[in-house]
C-alpha cells in the first residue's frame, strides 16, 4: 500500500509542550461542546418556550450535527492553504453568532438555521484539534495534547452544561445562549494570540480519506466509533426524559446527576491521558462494553437516586474520554495524515449523533425512552466488538509489514 510521507507540521519533534495554546483549544472544545448540547439540559424549557415537543427540539442537536457531518470531510477541501490557526479564529465567530441568533430566535425553523452555523464550527474544531494538539504537544506527546482537547468536552459537561441549566432556572435558555455567545467572541481573540501559525497539510481530499479507510483496521474500527457514540447518544440526548423517570426528583439533583456525569469525564481524561499512547487498543474496547452495562443500569436502577449517581459518574469517566481515545487510537494508526484521520473521526461522531437525535426523538415520541436506552446498549455492544477485530487486523498487518 502507499504511503503518504509524514508532514513536518504534524511529525516535527517540538522543544517543550505549549501548555498556553493547548488551554485555548481546551476552552474551545469546552464552549463548543456547552452549545452543541445545551439544548438537551434545557429541552423541556426549550419546547415549551418555542411550542413544539421535547423530540421536536432535540432535532436542534441533530441539525448541529447532520452539518458537521457534511464540513467535517469538505473543510480541507474549501480552505486547503488557510493557516489552521485563522480557520479555528473564524470558526468560534461563527459559533458565537450562531449562539447570538438562537438567544433572539422566535421559533424552532429560526434555532435550527443558526444551529448550521454551530454544526461548522464544532466540526471544522474537531478535524483539525489532532493537527494543532500534534503542532503544540509534539507527535511522542500525541496522546497528551490530545487529552486537552478532549478535557474540554468533560469541563463542559462538569461546569458548561449543568451551568447552563443552573443559569436557565435564575434567567431563561434564551440568556443562556447569549453569554455563550458573548464568550466565544472573547475566545476567538484568545486564539489569534496564543496559537502559533499552523500551516495546512498537504493533500487533504476524499481521495486521501478513502485511501485512509482502507488501512488494515482503520475502516472496521471507524464503523465501531460510529455504532459506539451512535449508542451512548441514543441515551444521552434524552437523559433528562431518563432522570425525570426517577421518583420525586428535584430540579437541582437533575443538575447535580448532569455534573457527576462530567466530574466523572474530567476524571477520566486526566486518569488516562498520562498513559493512553500506550492502551489505546484496550480501552477502544473496554470502553464501550462500560458504557453499555452504564446505559442498561440507568433503566433498572431508575428507583435509586444513589444508583443513579454511581452509573452516570462512571458513564461519564469512559464516555467523555471517548475522544481522547478515538483520537490517540487513530492519529496512531495514521501518523502520516492526521488532518484525514481527524476529519473520519468527526464524520463518524457527527452521523452518529444525527441519527441517534433524529431517530431518538421519534422513538420517544412513540414509544418509551427505556427502548430507546435498550437500543443504544446493544450499539455500543456491537461497536466494542468490531474494535476488538479491528485491533487485530491492525496487529496481523504490522507484523507482515
Do not use: C
Amino acid at each position: 500500500m502507499t504511503t503518504t510521507a509524514p508532514v513536518p507540521v504534524t511529525t516535527a519533534r517540538t522543544e517543550s509542550i505549549r501548555y498556553g495554546g493547548l488551554i485555548v483549544l481546551m476552552l474551545m472544545g469546552f464552549l463548543l461542546v456547552t452549545a452543541e448540547f445545551l439544548p438537551n439540559g434545557v429541552l423541556t424549557e426549550m419546547a415549551d418556550a418555542l411550542g413544539v415537543t421535547p423530540g421536536q427540539a432535540g432535532q436542534t442537536v441533530t441539525v448541529t450535527a447532520l452539518v458537521g457531518l457534511i464540513v467535517a470531510p469538505t473543510v480541507g477541501l474549501i480552505f486547503p492553504r488557510l493557516d489552521r490557526r485563522s480557520l479555528l479564529v473564524w470558526m468560534a465567530l461563527a459559533a458565537a453568532v450562531s449562539n447570538l441568533i438562537v438567544a433572539i430566535a422566535p421559533n424552532l425553523i429560526i434555532v435550527l438555521l443558526a444551529r448550521f452555523l454551530l454544526g461548522a464550527a464544532i466540526s471544522a474544531f474537531w478535524a483539525m484539534s489532532i493537527t494543532v494538539a500534534a503542532r503544540l504537544a509534539g507527535p511522542e506527546h500525541l496522546g497528551r495534547g490530545v487529552m486537552f482537547t478532549s478535557a474540554g468536552v468533560s469541563l463542559a459537561t462538569v461546569a458548561g452544561v449543568p451551568l447552563g441549566v443552573m443559569l436557565s432556572e435564575i434567567v431563561d435558555w434564551q440568556t443562556v445562549f447569549a453569554i455563550a455567545g458573548v464568550l466565544m467572541v472573547l475566545l476567538a481573540v484568545a486564539l489569534r494570540f496564543m496559537l502559533p501559525s499552523v500551516p495546512a497539510e498537504q493533500g487533504a481530499s476524499i481521495r486521501l480519506l478513502v485511501d485512509t479507510l482502507r488501512r488494515p483496521g482503520i475502516g472496521l474500527g471507524m464503523v465501531g466509533h460510529v455504532l459506539v457514540v451512535l449508542g451512548h447518544f441514543l441515551a444521552y440526548t434524552y437523559v433528562r426524559l431518563a432522570l425525570e423517570r426517577i421518583p420525586e426528583i428535584e430540579p437541582s439533583t437533575i443538575i447535580l446527576l448532569l455534573a457527576l456525569f462530567g466530574l466523572g469525564g474530567l476524571a477520566g481524561n486526566l486518569g488516562l491521558g498520562f498513559f493512553i499512547d500506550r492502551t489505546f487498543g484496550f480501552f477502544a474496547v473496554f470502553a464501550p462494553l462500560v458504557i453499555a452495562v452504564s446505559v442498561l443500569s440507568m433503566i433498572f436502577l431508575s428507583g435509586s437516586v444513589l444508583g443513579i449517581a454511581i452509573v452516570v459518574l462512571v458513564w461519564g469517566f469512559f464516555f467523555s474520554s471517548w475522544l481522547l481515545v478515538i483520537n490517540t487510537w487513530v492519529g496512531h494508526r495514521t501518523p502520516d495524515r492526521l488532518e484525514a484521520g481527524g476529519s473520519l473521526v468527526v464524520v463518524g461522531f457527527q452521523g452518529a449523533i444525527t441519527i441517534a437525535a433524529g431517530v431518538g426523538g421519534l422513538l420517544v415520541d412513540t414509544l418509551d425512552v427505556e427502548f430507546v436506552y435498550v437500543l443504544g446498549a446493544v450499539s455500543l455492544l456491537v461497536g466494542a466488538v468490531l474494535f476488538g477485530m479491528s485491533n487485530r487486523r491492525s496487529v496481523a498487518a504490522a507484523k507482515l509489514a
